[in-house]
């Protein structure tokens, strides 16, 4: 059972909820300071140009000071500036805000500064709880004009986006949650089906196909798997088909040999039949120890264990060493056997190996060719070839002797039909290929490998 705190639909919805919440936040750190600060600069740009407009205009009263507070929307103060003992003092001289007392106002920093340097200075000040935005700018006598401007609507503009800017991040991030709950549901869905379709697999079950309709990599994934499945497949059949077979090759012969065995018990035989009965036989138990060997063969291809000594093999030798070996069979079978070496040469092969081949071409040849047929070992320099004048086989039928297994019809039960499968693979192994050309009247197989180098190479696993 997936603990819910680590399912795919946790993990991508929170990872989700945190990019939106970090993009907000972001949002919120850059947006709210600044715009603050670019409507308090703003109000700041306002007062100084009507600071500088009431300078410039040169008459000071009671009603131009009025004036321009109604024109600025601010307070605006005209103080005498007296400096004693090294300290300054400001003393409202006129002041628009007449029902309020002055001296709250005679120690503003911003005049201060402004009366000290006798430049115009502008900044932000708190009085009563309540923040001001504020100009001082001295006049040519001396004087210093203040005009201070209530932040109270600025403020709560700032604190109105703030509020907003919040609610919406919240709703946002509740959305980014149910979207992604949404999008990670259907994307564990499409693993969860992946899943299943594992498990069947794993449980040896093929004929469910494995889809997921999108283009993404978890559809890349479904089509890997599905082509994983269809060559597990192929392999479970073949491994099927391999007891099947392997089980029936081997219960015949040995069928066979308990019915020879249970009837040279009896003792009125008479010695022509009992050595007929045991050549019979022996012919049975030859042909499970070429069985048994054809398996381990193939079991050690299978697994990549088979060892091969490489090293440059002559095919004339070659050549010579199968006709002697099969020289006693072709005489009883009755088949003319012919040795040519057309061009001698040297291939990078395992010389055992390459025998083994070679024996299972000529006695696939010799054994089910008619009596009378000629079979000739060509050695022509880069291959070796074994060619008969049988009957042929059919174009159809001439991929299936390479099949495990495969006997073509007319074949004589001696053999297991393993011999030129695992020739082919061998051949494969070894850097070459096993060719076959077949017409009416005429059959070769041809063994091609690498041409030997000069120096021997080194052993290798096949």
């Known amino acids: 059972m997936v603990n819910p705190l680590h399912s795919v639909v946790a993990r991508l919805s929170l990872a989700l ?8 936040g972001v949002v919120w750190v850059a947006l709210v300071p600044t715009l603050q600060r670019r409507l308090v600069s703003g109000n700041e740009t306002q007062l100084a140009a009507a600071a500088r407009a009431f300078v410039g205009d040169g008459s000071v009263n009671q009603e131009t000071v009025d004036e321009a507070g109604r024109e600025a929307l601010a307070r605006v103060v005209y103080f005498h500036p007296n400096t004693a003992g090294g300290t300054t003092a400001l003393f409202a001289l006129i002041d628009s805000g007449a029902l309020r007392s002055s001296s709250e106002v005679e120690a503003d920093p911003v005049a201060l500064r402004a009366a ?6 502008r900044g932000v000040v708190t009085r009563d709880g309540e923040s001001y935005a504020e ?31 919040l609610w919406a991040g919240i709703i946002a991030l509740g959305l980014a949650v149910l979207v992604g709950i949404g999008a990670a549901s259907a994307f564990a869905r499409r693993i969860r089906r992946l899943e299943r379709a594992a498990d069947r697999i794993a449980s040896g079950d093929f004929g469910e196909p494995v889809f997921d309709p999108g283009a993404d990599e978890v559809g890349q994934l479904a089509g890997a798997f599905d082509r994983m499945r269809l060559q597990l497949a192929r392999l479970d059949g073949a491994r099927r088909a391999f007891i099947a077979n392997a089980s029936h ?22 010695p022509e039949t009992q050595t007929e009965f045991l050549a019979t036989a022996a012919e049975q138990v ?29 095919w004339g030798e070659l050549a010579r060493e199968l006709a002697n070996e099969f020289a006693a069979l072709a005489v009883r079978d009755e088949h003319p056997l012919e040795v040519v070496v057309e061009q001698d040469g040297f291939a990078l092969g395992d010389r055992q190996r390459m025998l083994q081949i070679g024996r299972a071409l000529v006695d696939n040849a010799v054994r089910h060719t008619p009596p009378g047929t000629r079979v ?28 495990r297994f495969t006997r073509l019809e007319g074949s004589r039960a001696s053999g297991t039909g393993l011999g030129l499968a695992i020739a082919r693979e061998l051949g494969e192994r070894m850097g070459g290929e096993l ?17 030997a180098a000069a120096q021997e190479a080194e052993p290798v696993l096949a």
């Open 286 to 314: 030859e042909r499970l120890s070429k069985l048994a060997t054809d398996l381990l063969d193939l079991s050690r291809l299978d697994a990549g264990g088979m060892r091969l000594e490489l090293e440059p093999v002559s």
């Open 116 to 121: 000290e340097s006798q430049t115009l200075q």
């Open 135 to 165: 100009v001082a700018l001295p006049d040519a006598s001396g004087n210093v004009a203040l005009f201070s401007g209530s932040l109270k609507n600025t403020l709560q503009t700032v604190e109105l986006v703030r509020t907003r800017l």
């Open 249 to 270: 090759e081997l219960r015949t012969p040995i069928f066979s040999l308990a019915g020879f065995l249970e009837l040279l018990r009896d003792e009125d035989l008479d």
């Open 17 to 24: 909820a945190v990019v939106v919440a970090g993009a907000l």
């Open 376 to 403: 000739r070992i060509v050695a022509r320099g880069a291959a070796l070839a074994v060619a008969d004048d049988g009957e042929g086989i059919p174009a159809e039928h001439q991929e299936q002797v390479f099949t």
């Open 435 to 451: 060719r076959l050309e077949s017409t009416p009247g005429r059959t070769v197989f041809t063994l091609v490998l690498p041409v």
